[in-house]
Antibody, heavy 123, light 108 residues
Framework: QVQLQQWGAGLLKPSETLSLTCVVSGGSFSDYYWSWIRQPPGKGLEWIGEIDHSGSTYYKPSLKSRVTISADTSKNQFSLKLSSVTAADMAVYYC?????????????????WGRGTMVTVSS | SFELTQAPSVSVSPGQSASITCSGDKLGERYTYWYQQKPGQSPVLIIFQDNKRPSGIPERFSGSNSGNTATLTISGTQTMDEADYHCQAWDITTTTAVFGGGTKLTVL
């Protein structure tokens, strides 16, 4: 049974860099896409970006200048860094797996989700 | 940019059918996905590729997608179905995932 376990700092000051990591257990890393998705309190889901096993990344355009997603395939884990955080970045951050066909670039559903990490930004 | 729109809330009586819609430009030309999220929990995939149910999802959940609108239908709605429902599609031109704003389903 595939599981995603995520961790990282939950309290940041404005202008600091958010850093989260998600480890994949019980399944293949190379056959899927690995995303970060966030949800501000009381609001909807917002996709941040993704990485695949080859290191190819895609980011939401409005966040691209501040986001870096990387992966360590030897450890079956991937990470998110979001720089210069503000109060607008306060949210629950989820890691998630998207199925699809990595060789063709076709994406399917987010079928496995981590439990989420609440990130608070406060001075 | 490609956007998805959902009504903020929908109410239904127990045992009745609930319809939750998701609209976007030519949405019927791409697959739509639906996720159920209960308070304090992570989203759960309930419909993929417009109308398919993952293993373990009850048959009362069904989906359709045509034109500019995708619809999630819950037949014989139960109180346990009270949750937020999020639609999602992929913007193929930019390889980005797009979510609707979510619909809160109240069963009363």
């Amino acid at each position: 049974q595939v599981q995603l376990q995520q961790w990282g700092a939950g309290l940041l000051k404005p202008s600091e860099t958010l850093s989260l990591t998600c480890v994949v257990s019980g399944g293949s890393f190379s056959d899927y896409y690995w995303s970060w998705i966030r949800q501000p309190p009381g609001k909807g889901l917002e996709w941040i970006g993704e990485i695949d096993h080859s290191g190819s990344t895609y980011y939401k355009p409005s966040l691209k200048s501040r986001v870096t997603i990387s992966a360590d395939t030897s450890k079956n884990q991937f990470s998110l860094k979001l720089s210069s955080v503000t109060a607008a970045d306060m949210a629950v951050y989820y890691c998630a797996r998207a199925s699809g066909e990595v060789n063709t670039g076709w994406h399917d559903a987010f079928d496995i989700w981590g439990r989420g990490t609440m990130v608070t930004v406060s001075s | 940019s490609f956007e998805l729109t959902q009504a903020p809330s929908v109410s239904v009586s127990p045992g009745q059918s609930a319809s939750i819609t998701c609209s976007g430009d030519k949405l019927g030309e791409r697959y739509t996905y639906w996720y159920q999220q209960k308070p304090g929990q992570s989203p759960v995939l309930i419909i993929f590729q417009d109308n398919k149910r993952p293993s373990g999802i009850p048959e009362r959940f069904s989906g359709s997608n045509s034109g500019n609108t995708a619809t999630l239908t819950i037949s014989g709605t139960q109180t346990m179905d009270e949750a937020d429902y999020h639609c999602q599609a992929w913007d193929i031109t930019t390889t980005t995932a797009v979510f609707g704003g979510g619909t809160k389903l109240t069963v009363l």
